[in-house]
């Protein structure tokens, strides 16, 4: 019997490329993004460059003579391949890989693989798959030498990787067969949708920047089991959860997939129905890494990302998170939002304060409801506890004297029992 020989996989080093067009954003934070990313994905990040440019060039996204300049930077860095913090297109992407004779990979190939390698549901894999053949359909002859020189990394795993070679044709009859079911599915989410509107059931959805600490402030509100790692896009697939509130009112908790700069468009596309949970959620919790240096700019995101998605107006919650991990007292402000309180979703400090401002939120959109309801219609006090606030319950000879608040669904139920 032979020797097992054991194949090792080679780390991929990464030299990372940006075009600063404008003075007044900050490349060099885009990149540290960037190289989280990587490392996020398996790469190791062996050096940046940097170009000061009016636009990027439509060829070769940097200018010839940088693009020498990468080619030794490469060479003395031992690099593998590259990844551009920008979007390329199939030009940039086959002109670059034809000077530079390396792997070309760009900020949007790169989160298209972590999502790859996160997704756990199948609704996740499904909208990972049309994401990347989306975004591969149209790069498949400037991809196909670049990813011919290797067989691991970044680019390479995921629902679709085994599509790469595949003409055109196959990846469209793919994509419309992907979409089919993807339709079924957010059909599936809208009717669950309409069911919770019908149950008066509130629903609190929890936005916020990848890696803010979401999933943990889930966990431990609701008791879930939902990775919490400190890493970019830990998690992916969203996540449902029941919150009793002090007074015993209950809420619905839903997390969403997080946001980050430059989130690529296919990937708005293709996860539409999960990123809309906040669309149709009647509050909203932002939840902010108070830690993070770029907290301000991270909120910013947020927000611009809710707005192309078309939230509108709602009551926002934002919770500086992480307040453990503050070594001097730092005072963030929302001005987007209605309230803004300190936690540590880690050590529960502050979480009672939010349930506090949740069951006040709840108070404005009920109505006040008294009256004695007859001894037969007892199970309409459950009901009440569970949807409403019971300010006073008295059994009296006539039945039970009720004074409360209620959704204006559950009124509409009781209000004639």
């Excluded at 050096?47 to 300049?69: T, V």
């Excluded at 793919?174 to 509130?202: A, D, H, M, P």
Aim: charge should be negative; charged fraction near 30%; avoid cysteine.
């Amino acid at each position: 019997m032979g020797e097992l020989i054991e194949i090792k996989q080679e780390q991929e080093r990464v030299i990372l490329v940006a075009v600063e067009e404008r003075e007044d954003v900050d490349v060099e934070a885009s990149l540290d993004e960037l190289e989280e990313l990587a490392e996020t994905a398996g790469a190791l990040t062996v050096g940046r460059l940097i170009q000061k440019r009016e636009a990027a060039s439509p060829a070769l996204y940097i200018g010839k003579g940088k693009a020498e300049e990468l080619k030794e930077l490469i060479v003395q860095n031992d690099a593998t391949g590259i990844i551009t913090d920008d979007e390329l297109s199939p030009a940039q992407m086959k002109n670059l890989e034809d000077v530079l004779d390396i792997k070309i990979m760009d900020r949007t190939m790169l989160i298209l693989d972590i999502f790859a390698k996160h997704a756990s549901t199948s609704e996740g894999k499904l909208q990972v798959e049309m994401a990347q053949l989306k975004y591969r359909s149209a790069r498949l002859v400037g991809m196909r030498k670049s990813m011919s020189r290797v067989s691991y990394g970044i680019g390479m795993r995921g629902p679709g990787e085994k599509k790469l070679e595949v003409d055109r044709r196959l990846i469209r009859d793919r994509i419309s067969k992907l979409r089919e079911e993807i339709e079924n599915v957010e059909k599936n989410r809208s009717t669950n949708r309409v069911k919770r509107q019908k149950n008066g059931s509130v629903v609190a959805a929890i936005v916020g920047y990848t890696n803010a600490g979401k999933s943990t402030l889930l966990n431990k509100l609701t008791g879930a089991d939902i990775l919490a790692a400190d890493m970019l896009f830990a998690t992916l697939d969203p996540t449902v959860r029941i919150l009793e509130l002090n007074d015993g009112q209950e809420i619905l908790l839903t997390d969403t997939v997080g946001f980050i700069r430059k989130l690529p468009h296919h990937l708005i596309e293709a996860f539409r129905s999960t990123l809309e949970e906040a669309k149709y959620a009647d509050i909203i919790i932002h939840v902010v890494d108070a830690s993070n240096p770029k907290a301000f700019e991270q909120m910013q995101v947020v927000y611009d990302t809710l707005r192309r998605l078309g939230v509108g107006d709602k009551p926002v919650i934002t919770l500086f998170n992480k307040q453990d991990l503050l070594t001097e007292k730092e005072v963030l402000k929302d001005l987007n939002s209605d309230k803004s309180i300190e936690i540590s979703a880690k050590t529960g400090q502050g979480l009672d304060v939010l349930k506090d401002e949740l069951e006040k939120v709840l108070l404005e959109n009920k109505i006040y409801f008294e009256k004695v309801i007859d001894y037969s219609n007892a199970g309409v006090i459950q009901m009440i506890r569970k949807d409403g606030t019971l300010l006073e319950e008295e059994y009296v000879p006539e039945g039970i004297s009720v004074k409360a608040y209620v959704s204006r669904e559950l009124f509409g139920r009781i209000k004639d029992i």
